[in-house]
Each structure stands twice: as structure tokens, then as C-alpha cells.
């Protein structure tokens, strides 16, 4: 038996191969990366700035959202960010926005319900279903 063969164990050598492979296509240039949440209590005004110019529906979302995060409403307030990520025409700093808020939003509903908020556990089941 020669050394190659001996101690040749192929899924420690795929998985180091496969990880490898992973990070490289990771680190390609032009890739988009994923929305960063923003804290709770900047939702409203990311929202209010993103949406001063827009269409009236979509500033009509816009000032939805905003109400509903100011109230704490966060089931509505996913809801309304649905709503207004459903829009057509967004600009890119409006779907940054929105989609930062919703990022944020279900982060706070995920912690409500882990808490026991029933409605948010309800609202996150429901988001779930539409995914």
C-alpha cells in the first residue's frame, strides 16, 4: 500500500475542498450583499427620508410604516413594509430602505415571540407561510 492511498480519507478532503470553493465565490467582485438591519428606533426616519419623494401610494405605505413603528405596532408595521416593498418603482435608495426596515422589523417580532407575544409569533407564522 503506498502512502497515497494508505490515509486518503475523501469527505475531510471534499469538505476542505467545498468550504474553499464557498468562500472564493463569496468574494467575487459586483456581488450584491444582503440588507444590514437597522436599529428599531431608525426605521421611521430611514423610512421618512427614503420616501419624501415617491409616488402617492408608495408615500402613503411610507407614512403607514412610519405610524406604525412610532406606535410600536410592529405586525402592522410589517404589513406596510410589505406593502411597500411591493412597489414597482422604488428607487434604489427606497428598496434599501424597505428592505432594511422589514430586516429589522422581523428581528423585533422574532424577539416578541420568543418572549411570548402571541400576536407576533401569529404575524411571523403568517409571513412564513407567504415565503
Given at each position: 500500500?503506498?502512502?497515497?492511498?494508505?490515509?486518503?480519507?475523501?469527505?475531510p478532503v471534499?469538505?476542505?475542498?467545498?468550504?474553499?470553493?464557498?468562500v472564493a465565490?463569496?468574494?467575487?467582485?459586483?456581488?450584491?450583499?444582503?440588507?444590514?438591519?437597522?436599529?428599531?428606533?431608525?426605521?421611521?426616519?430611514?423610512?421618512?427620508?427614503?420616501?419624501?419623494?415617491?409616488?402617492?401610494?408608495?408615500?402613503?405605505?411610507?407614512?403607514?410604516?412610519?405610524?406604525?413603528?412610532?406606535?410600536?405596532?410592529?405586525?402592522?408595521?410589517?404589513?406596510?413594509?410589505?406593502?411597500?416593498?411591493?412597489?414597482?418603482?422604488?428607487?434604489?435608495?427606497?428598496?434599501?430602505?424597505?428592505?432594511?426596515?422589514?430586516?429589522?422589523?422581523?428581528?423585533?417580532?422574532?424577539?416578541?415571540?420568543?418572549?411570548?407575544?402571541?400576536?407576533?409569533?401569529?404575524?411571523?407564522?403568517?409571513?412564513?407561510?407567504?415565503?
Open positions: 500500500m503506498n502512502f497515497l492511498t494508505r490515509d486518503f480519507k475523501p469527505l471534499f469538505g476542505a475542498a467545498l468550504a474553499v470553493w464557498i465565490a463569496g468574494c467575487s467582485p459586483g456581488r450584491t450583499t444582503a440588507a444590514k438591519p437597522i436599529p428599531p428606533e431608525q426605521v421611521a426616519p430611514t423610512i421618512e427620508t427614503a420616501f419624501k419623494v415617491a409616488n402617492p401610494e408608495a408615500k402613503e405605505a411610507a407614512n403607514d410604516v412610519v405610524a406604525a413603528m412610532q406606535s410600536q405596532d410592529h405586525p402592522r408595521a410589517l404589513v406596510q413594509l410589505q406593502v411597500l416593498a411591493a412597489h414597482p418603482d422604488l428607487t434604489p435608495e427606497q428598496t434599501t430602505a424597505t428592505a432594511r426596515s422589514l430586516i429589522s422589523v422581523l428581528t423585533q417580532l422574532q424577539i416578541a415571540a420568543a418572549n411570548g407575544n402571541k400576536t407576533a409569533a401569529d404575524i411571523l407564522q403568517k409571513y412564513r407561510a407567504t415565503k
